[in-house]
């Protein structure tokens, strides 16, 4: 600027003069050089400075002589107070050496009152000169304020990176900012737990109660709500109004930068001024670096303390952790090892073992199988270990790298697997016992889990119900399906009662894949829930067919003997008194001649008597009473002699087939009533062909007598002979085969039959230490087996 415009401004003056004329010819050139001015008169030097303190001066126009000082001492008070103030000495005689004196010692200019027409030009030249002074001035405050500026950011962003604690290093930063400025106050607002609160303050004539900012509004508001700082060079000319901080402190500029990092905001930095200040268009990014600074330094400082979190938990996992943890460096020598691996290796103190490398405490073979694994790839491996007590243990061993340096150091997890490879030993033999007795029992097991979960059934399961694998199943009903109809109300009153853990049995009868029913014994054991709901059935599955069928036999045998005794009773007594009768009939015919018409009567009673002594004999047979002459007999010849004779029982359109064994067999048996055993055989045998057939006898030697035999109870063990009678007739069905021992059965018309024919051969065997077998299907074969003891050829 080479000149200054002050025809649209006020000009501001202060006359130090004591001529009332002079100020009068000053005032009128003012206004002749076209000044729009207020001036300001006083006539001493000491009532200058109260108007200086209290109103806005531009220049100062002082006369050199005042009274009893002079313009020397004037000039000394100027510089003293207000050395920026323009002073220009307006006098009517001063030397021109006075008055350069004067401006080199500071004065701005000087104005002779007979030249009063340089005074306009004096006026605006001071005025321009102390504009550029200001600008020059104000200039290199802002060239020093911002070197402050970059200095203390370098500074702040060492403190950040050495980690200083964030309420340091705020309160450091809001003092640096406020001295850079001179007369400012600073704040640093942070969030804590989602609340701003005053971290850091600098010159604050009024701070809150408390840290926390209540009411938060103004532009401490908005500036937290900004992406960028925001500049206010005067609040009174603002049209959005300060808030409560603002006024209460008597702030009248800010600079408002938010504390951000990435998305999230932090805080805020807030610079105040006290007057209206002018901000530099560095000012707002100075603080927006300074606030970066402090993002980062919060950052850094919580992932710090994140990572000493992390640490301190990732200890606090190992050393209670249930496994082994080791830490191996670079050269596989141990730097931690937990508690866990301590006992692992059944140490008393880890710390002796720290800097060992690993063949040292553990061996060669694990360090190169660890070596082995390729750099920063996760591997796994089971290895042994030897106590000092002598017992091994087996590790599972999980290798995996540290932290992003594969190739430095390696973490072991060590998990004892020891009592599990001994469970899995036990379990293999508990199993392979579990099949073998499973093979090896006759009894079929099954397990059902309720209501559509998995079953198990045995192979002997299966094959007891004939079965090729297990049908879908739902539950204990799937029995019901199997199971004789007269058998279902028993199943089902069982299963209703069931309501507590504890086997429950049931004797029933179930159908296989034939449609065949079969005796069997279901016992199972149900297994509940904590509500008491069935869950689980278990159980087994055994074959009681044979067992049934002995205690039928049994039965029937017990029956058969109580017959066997009431009809030797009655046969006893009967015979004697067939002994009288044949007795006196055979005295009463000594006395009758043949022509005696009562001769045939006689006769009549004879013959009847010795058909009821027959049928007695049959019946002391049966009752085994009969008196028996066993002896040694060979099977052989005794079929031999006897097979002539029982051709002759047979009709022309049967044969007769005869096999002996080759050992020529001996047994001791009454002679006579194994003939008569084997004539009643044939005979039954004859009768059952009628229409023509095949009869074939059988005799061979036996180490041990097979069952069952149709009497349990006569059944013997041991070296037997076999004399079996066949016929290919019409066979007998299951009901006439359970009856056909019992006395007086027949199945031949009435007059043809006693049925006493194989209840005879019933009691002789079992009176003779003998047992028989029949085995019928009807339409086919019919076999009479008896069984004889073996006996050595020289027995008597």
């Known amino acids: 600027m080479d ?25 009128h050139q003012l206004i002749k050089d076209g000044f729009h001015f207020r001036l300001v008169h006083v006539a001493t030097l000491d009532k200058v400075e109260p108007i200086l303190r209290t109103q806005s001066i531009d220049v ?95 500074q702040w962003s060492v403190w950040a990176l050495d980690g200083m604690a964030i309420e340091m290093l705020a309160q450091v930063m809001a003092q640096n900012m406020a001295q850079d400025w001179g007369e400012a106050a600073t704040s640093i607002l942070l969030f804590q737990s989602g609340r701003p609160c005053l971290a850091a303050h600098y010159n604050w004539p009024k701070l809150p109660e408390r840290s926390e900012l209540a009411p938060l509004d103004g532009w401490f508001r908005l500036g937290l709500a900004a992406d960028q700082p925001i500049a206010v060079p005067d609040f009174n000319q603002s049209s959005f109004p300060p808030g409560y901080w603002e006024i209460s402190n008597g702030f009248q500029a800010g600079v408002y930068a938010p504390i951000r990092y990435q998305n999230e905001v932090l805080g805020l930095i807030g610079l105040h001024t006290f007057t209206p200040f002018e901000f530099a268009e560095s000012e707002p990014f100075y603080l927006k670096s300074a606030a970066h600074i402090l993002a980062v330094a919060i950052h850094k400082a919580r992932l710090q303390a994140h990572i000493e979190e992390q640490a301190a938990t990732y200890l606090q996992l190992c050393e209670a952790a249930p496994i082994g943890i080791c830490h191996l460096d670079k050269e596989l020598a141990l730097r931690y090892m937990n508690p866990a691996g301590q006992r692992l290796f059944a140490l008393d103190d880890a710390q002796s073992m720290i800097g060992r490398v690993l063949e040292q405490w553990w061996s060669p073979s ?71 007795v499973v093979q090896a029992s006759t009894d079929g097991f099954w397990d059902f889990v309720l209501p559509d979960g998995p079953t198990y059934a045995s192979p002997r399961f299966l094959e007891l119900l004939g079965l090729d694998h297990l049908p879908q199943i739902n539950g204990l009903a799937w029995f019901e399906e199997l199971l004789h109809p007269d058998d279902v109300a028993a199943f089902r009153l069982v299963t209703q009662s069931m309501n507590s853990q504890q086997v429950y049995q049931l004797e029933c009868r179930l159908r296989d894949e034939l449609a065949r029913f079969h005796w069997f014994k279901l016992r199972f054991m149900p297994l509940f829930n904590e509500q008491n709901g069935l869950v689980r059935v278990v159980g087994s599955l055994h074959d009681i067919e044979n067992r049934k069928l002995l205690e039928a036999q049994v039965i029937q045998s017990q029956k058969m003997e109580a017959i066997g005794r009431l009809a030797g009773g009655i046969a006893h007594d009967f015979n004697n008194l067939l002994t009288v009768i044949l007795g006196y009939s055979q005295l009463l015919d000594q006395t009758l001649d043949d022509s005696d018409p009562r001769h045939e009567r006689v006769v009549s009673i004879q013959q009847a008597g010795e058909r009821a002594a027959s049928l007695t004999q049959k019946l002391l047979a049966y009752s085994r009473r009969q008196i028996l002459k066993p002896q040694s007999l060979k099977v052989n010849a005794i079929l031999t002699d006897l097979v002539q004779m029982l051709r002759r029982l047979i009709p022309e359109n049967l044969s007769l087939g005869i096999e002996l064994d080759p050992t020529d067999p001996h047994i001791l048996f009454d002679r006579n009533q194994l003939e008569q055993m084997l004539i009643n055989l044939v005979v039954n045998a004859r009768d059952a062909l009628e229409q023509g057939g095949e009869i074939s006898l059988l005799v061979r030697c036996m180490t041990d007598v097979p069952g069952p035999v149709t009497d349990p109870i006569s059944h013997f063990r041991g070296p037997a002979v076999a004399i079996s009678v066949s016929d290919n007739g019409h066979g007998m ?9 019992e006395p007086f059965f027949t199945t031949k018309p009435e007059g043809k039959g006693t049925g006493l024919g194989l209840a005879m051969v019933h009691g002789t065997m079992v009176q003779s230490g003998g047992c028989q077998q029949i085995d019928s299907v009807e339409g086919e074969v019919t076999t009479v087996t008896l069984f004889f003891p073996l006996v050595e050829s020289d027995s008597a």
């Open 3 to 27: 000149h200054i415009d002050l025809s649209q401004n006020v000009l501001h003056i202060l006359l130090l003069e004591d001529e009332k004329r002079d100020v009068d010819l000053i005032r």
């Open 60 to 154: 100062c126009l002082a006369d050199y002589h005042l009274g009893s000082i002079n313009g020397v001492e004037v000039l000394k008070w100027f510089r003293k107070n207000h050395a920026n103030l323009p002073l220009i000495f307006v006098s009517g005689v001063i030397g021109e050496d006075y008055a350069v004196d004067l401006v080199k010692d500071g004065a701005t200019d000087y104005v002779l009152k007979d030249r009063l027409f340089r005074l306009g030009p004096v006026i605006r030249r001071a005025l321009l000169d102390r504009d550029q002074s200001q600008q020059l001035l104000a200039a290199q405050h802002l060239l020093n304020r911002q070197a402050k500026q970059q200095s203390h950011l370098s």
């Open 366 to 436: 694990v360090r190169s199988r660890i070596e082995d694994i390729p750099l920063g790839q996760p591997n796994s491996f089971v290895a042994e270990v030897q106590l000092d007590s002598g017992q091994i243990r087996r590790l599972w061993v999980s290798v995996s790298w540290q932290w992003g340096e594969p190739n430095a150091q390696r973490v072991l997890c060590l998990v004892d697997l020891t009592r599990q490879y001994q469970a899995e030993a036990q379990l293999k033999a508990s199993l392979e016992r579990f099949h073998l």
């Open 733 to 741: 069905n299951p009901q006439t085969l359970k009856n056909c021992c």
